[in-house]
């Protein structure tokens, strides 16, 4: 099995939390999945806290600091500030998965757009009140599905 | 009641059938939860065939046709051919509530494939071999929200 | 006295709305300040409905017809739809007023941010569930002084 | 309570003094809050000093030296010179909070323009000789807005 | 059976020719496979003088005339010139079908190159001196396949 | 004989396998075709492998360790991840080689597009599912021609 | 000798009172300085107000209409309202004159900063109350010396 | 009193002469007045040696190297070279003190081009057979005016 | 034998003079060379004049007058003002023959520099002064050259 | 006597051996004259070579090697492999002397083709079976002209 890792010479602007999280998840050879367990939130939002996404909580760096066996301390000085967010995918994305999600924007949006107006009348989903979560399906001929939710507030 | 509509001064490279079909839907008074229940598609693809981004069906195109009150015949020319997608959201997308899809993609976009790839092994999520919806929640305080779901292939 | 006019020549993007509204104010000799009072709105929400930049509530689209003496039914029309915000500036902006706005959040945005996540927490402020005024002040020497007032939901 | 920080990483470019203020302020544990008080100055000027944007005087060096206990010659050396600006924000930005500032000028840039211009004539509201300040509002539903005020000579 | 068919509303700067030959292509419902087959070109070069980026000789001009019934003078005053390529995608493109060819030059460019240099020493593949072809292949799964054939000279 | 070879200053965004692999390709003097052969890939494949653009598999890894006599360790660690693709090549490109491939996706984009379409239907060709090769053959009169073919699944 | 026109084709998005200008200034055959002299402003200026740069004072457009033969009412619908700057110049200017500038610009705007950040303090020059004006010069030699001088409150 | 300053954090691709020359300026605590004194060039152009942007002839290098007490040596073998001249400024500038004459190339460029040619015939002001100035003017009302004189032979 | 010629549809920045030019020229059928004849320049700058990259003398406009058949006073009006240069080629240039000049500056841009300082010193070659020609050379095995001189003031 | 160096400072993605030959070229005091007789090319390759923009053969390196002291086993490991071309010139180029090409060929780049395919049919001219030469011509004024020639194959 595979874990998803961060290479740092590609992303030099991700922050310094970045390298340390992600460089103890390596050596502890832990997935998203049993991070995201340990702390109890879902595994993107595990995983946004590793890419500088989303603020962790005081809870959140306890354990972590548990988990990775990485200083209190040191996690708390990376992870203490508010994220500063946008700096780990340049748009528009190279990377070809996630350039689907790009493109599914692109092709999509106006259409998002018009069904969520007529449906909510004027007004935006926000992107801050906002939970998103990804699942796996199977199907009947074994083909595998990847089902993506994002819930946003109105 | 408000229902979306298309102002084709600020979309002037949308293929000739959204012009055709966004008139015939204002003066029908139409929204894109009746249009779909009538072609028996989700609202998103409904909508996504307006805006030149998904390919009708001569099914399609009949119902259309007859729901709309457009002649079969304009309908079949302009919608007859393959869908030449992209062209209706110029990226980086200005408006607020496509902006808001873009910058899910932005700030989440290497948790997604982090999480996607420890799920599935090494691949994308197909945008192609995909369908999507839109719905709507009210929780216990009477917040509404947004709910978009992506399902693709792997 | 100068009322703001729109030359269409060199806003194409505009809705047809645009073109009908200020027209209309350019005959009538009105300044937003009128408008604003007679639909009850500030004025910078008032020129942002010229602008297509808010949606027209029925009562704006009566009460506008009314003042601007317009028939009712095209308003409607043109009016009646979601708005397509984020057409009318080209980014970075080229006019000199609106470039001031434009320096401000690019040499400012991370002072408001780290004193807003000081003050608020993580999170941002709305666009949207939101207001802004344009006040007059004139000082002692006999200074102007524009003040532009940003109200957001945090 | 947290405080806002700055992980160099991600900001190569700001100027030395930010790196030197940004670790000061994190080793006291001090707000920008109670830095803008001690130096007399509001707290978005504050942090602009601290982000490489306004010009120190020497009463606020002698007053940052004794707040942050930094050698009054390494603060000299560093925030004696004239701010280059402009560079602590890379346009569009990215940061969420930072984009919805963005947002608005996108959005109500010539709505702006056009009160402004019908308030005080030709001209533009200045940039330089400005002041802005952030203020914290909180209202019967217990709902907190943020409020921004950008006050620039005409 | 659908055809490929231009809508000039979406391709504003493509030659006078592309409107004039894909109006008889569909007026005539003829694939690009029967028309290369009577100008006895294969189809992608076929296309190509469709979409105004392959010359067309003095031949092709008279073989097309007959097929498509369009009055030989047209013809030969909208395709005698000498074509004014790369006018008809805009890049990055935005048709996902095309922007999956360009993602394979983003992926595999640096190995193409790799390949190639070891295998002909320093040089180029000519995009000039080049054929193309489309073939489709079905595998013992009932999969189709697509394979694009380009050939260069060194 | 000349190898290809990395010069690391030209690409520090490539992933730490790219010098490592490089580095041993380059002592080892191996071609591309003895580690294609070694590891029992096509030439394109192994080279996008040394760019991080393909995923080793653990046979992969085995093979070339022995080969290039790096340490599995090493290797595993650094080519053990998922690729993070897209970073090798800056777009539009820039060597002359890679940009001819861009060009013909320029200008036959559209080409390409009308005859897939119109041999398989709407849809596209995967550029995951997919694989590609580079041949060389020689004419008649002695000279050389690279021959690219690309098969997606449709 | 020859006048300065202006040819529409090329400039889209001027404003209207620009084609009405030009137009009647190549049929009157007048340069910028008898048009400058005649409402009594530099020639600069005088050519700012046909480019749509700079607002025409009531007396301009009196003194505008009797010297071109321009009705009064025409040239005050066109020119009565505030001036939308910067759409006459694409930046980066291609045209090689106006590139000269820019490239003035690219060169020597540090040096211009530290000269006048040292002469005047933090702050800068104003390019709204500023004023411009061109002379000519010929030297000894019998070579021609175009002189600009800007001329802006600090 | 400031002096202007060379934070080479912020400018990492200035030649190494650069941050030689700024450094030992900043010691000397020397104006650029000065230095252009000793050098017997005018501020503009001394400031533009020390940026990268003017040849220094050997008298300069001589001459800079006696008032900045560095070794002749280092300042030979860094100024030697020819210029590689438009690194300094980033393109649209982000400084407002520069974004400042970029806006007046944007706003004048066409005008000037007008008055030039009317005045001259076709060609250009050359940036290269050009020199420059900066001066201070104090009108009655004590206000402070900068005046940038340009020089260019036609 | 081809003509070059031109589709507006495909330039419709171009000056009007040039939709002028170019049609007598094909119903002339008239290549360049029997045009710079006529006109007695060189090809590339008649072709120039065509393209509204050069100035039309009085005598050009006379002689382009009688050889295409177009009345003197449309020439005039057309050709009589200063050319609005740098239109005709969007950059980077799409049409491949151009890009590949555009590599040759990409490729060879700073050894040309190097080669020209050392003979020339510092300064640099006129785009203005400057004049340029195409020729033709067919070697030995019957290939054909083509040669482009560029010759301009130091 | 002035000499091309490098400033490495300003050419971070230049390969490591444009900064060895660049740095012997310095210690030795050659110019691209010396280098090109020494090593039998003409100076633009010569130059093109210490840009990493040409390959060099066996013999150019075995002739750099004793020219410029250089051990041979350095430059043949970094001269060894192939060109990763078109990394020394940024587009569009901010270098004077550079843009001034880049200039040319966006104002006579239509020119150019139309001239070529006159004479030469359609196609494009090579910029690898290419090769460009620099020469000084001195007029009877004593004015220098640089003659820069283009050679490609058709």
Known sequence: MSFATLDTSQ??????????????????????????????RNEVAAAAIFYGQAKASPEDI?????????????LEEQLGGFPDRGRSVEMPPKEPL??????????????YKAVLNEKFGDGIMSAISFS?????????????????????KW
């Open 11 to 40: 992303h030099p602007n991700l922050p310094a939390s970045s390298a340390t999280l992600f460089s103890a998840k390596a050596s502890k050879k832990l997935t998203f999945e049993q991070i995201a367990t340990h702390i109890n």
């Open 62 to 74: 306890v354990k972590l600091s548990e988990l990775l066996e990485v200083p209190h301390a040191l």
């Open 98 to 111: 996630i350039y689907r999600l790009y493109e599914i924007v692109q092709n999509y949006g106006y259409a």
């Open 132 to 152: 998103t979560k990804v699942e796996k399906e199977t199907d009947a001929d074994g083909n595998n599905w990847a089902v993506i939710t994002l819930r946003g």
